[in-house]
């Protein structure tokens, strides 16, 4: 994550931006959300997922569908 984070400003202006004005009382929660969510993305990007064997998501993939099947036959 970077040093600097979004204020609740930052936050307000960037809201009335996308066309989502918020009420004043909002602005530092959704200040403080936007910064985790940035500090989750930043760990999840430090992560090196190279050594990640197929066959465990393949495995995870199988028994979602194998449910699916199993639902969809109810």
Excluded: K, Q, W, Y
Aim: glycine share 4%; charged share 20%.
């Amino acid at each position: 994550m970077s040093a600097v984070e979004l204020t609740a400003a930052e936050a307000a202006r960037c809201a009335l931006r996308a066309g989502l004005p918020l009420a004043g009382a909002r602005h530092a929660d959704v200040a403080a959300t936007a910064n985790h969510i940035h500090a989750v993305i930043g760990a999840l990007r430090d992560l090196d997922f190279r050594e990640t064997h197929p066959v465990a998501h393949t495995a995870h993939a199988a028994h979602v569908v194998e449910r699916e099947v199993t639902d969809a036959s109810l």
